[in-house]
Nanobody, 126 residues
Framework: QVQLVASGGGLVQAGGSLRLSCAAS????????MGWFRQAPGKEREWVAG????????YYSRPVKGRFTISRDNAENTVYLQMNSLKSEDTAVYYC???????????????????WGQGTQVTVSS
């Protein structure tokens, strides 16, 4: 059974940093893109970042570009999201997902991803 477990969320002050992790189990995802999404209260889920199957290409949404870094360790079947210079508008539940293909680029539609984690809460206080 495929399982994605996200961790690393928490409460942080504006300007601080957090590193999210997402460990996948049940199968190997080294041939597939992985991505991070987030959903703030009262808003639709939005794509945040994507990474290609081998980590050679990374993609970011405009609100997080320059502040967030996505990476992956295929040996560990894990994807990471390093979040720096956090803002109050980054407050959301963050979800990791495994893509249906190997690219991971925008627009990051939900339909491009096959498996989803349970989410981890990130709260940024101003």
């Amino acid at each position: 059974q495929v399982q994605l477990v996200a961790s690393g969320g928490g409460l942080v002050q504006a300007g601080g940093s957090l590193r999210l992790s997402c460990a996948a189990s049940g199968r190997t995802f080294s041939s597939y893109a992985m991505g991070w999404f987030r959903q703030a209260p009262g808003k639709e889920r939005e794509w945040v970042a994507g990474i290609s199957w081998n980590g050679g290409s990374t993609y970011y949404s405009r609100p997080v570009k320059g502040r967030f870094t996505i990476s992956r360790d295929n040996a560990e079947n894990t994807v990471y999201l390093q979040m720096n210079s956090l803002k109050s508008e980054d407050t959301a539940v963050y979800y990791c997902a495994v893509g249906r293909s190997g690219t991971g680029g925008p627009p990051g539609l939900d339909t491009e991803y096959a498996y989803w984690g349970q989410g981890t809460q990130v709260t940024v206080s101003s």
